[in-house]
């Protein structure tokens, strides 16, 4: 599942969880007010640390990119330089008569 699917269902979550709670509240309004109140903070937190878990991980995406990266450009440099002295080599036994 995407993490940005779950981030999705999580504030669709909180925000019909908050509506329902103003709908079905028993308490006067301030303290439904206030529950709303530390829900929405709670709510807050949760995607806080949600957001950070997706950072740590587009950051270690990102730095495996990069190693696969260098591994690609080093390993190509690598083929082109054997091709060119399989290359060299090919000619210089044409030009002493070898094939």
């Given at each position: 599942m995407?993490?940005?699917?779950?981030?999705?269902?999580?504030l669709a979550g909180a925000a019909a969880g908050a509506l329902l709670g103003i709908l079905i509240a028993p308490d006067e309004g301030i303290k439904t007010r206030k529950k709303l109140q530390m829900k929405g903070s709670?709510?807050?937190?949760?995607?806080?640390?949600?957001?950070?878990?997706?950072?740590?991980?587009?950051?270690?995406?990102n730095n495996e990119i990069d190693r696969l990266s260098d591994k690609v450009e080093t390993t190509m440099a690598q083929a082109?330089?054997?091709?060119?002295?399989?290359?060299?080599?090919?000619?210089?036994?044409?030009?002493?008569?070898?094939?």
């Open positions: 995407k993490k940005s699917n779950i981030i999705l269902g999580f709670r709510a807050i937190d949760d995607l806080k640390d949600k957001a950070y878990i997706l950072a740590a991980y587009a950051n270690e995406v082109a330089f054997d091709a060119a002295d399989r290359v060299s080599s090919k000619i210089a036994d044409l030009k002493n008569g070898k094939s």
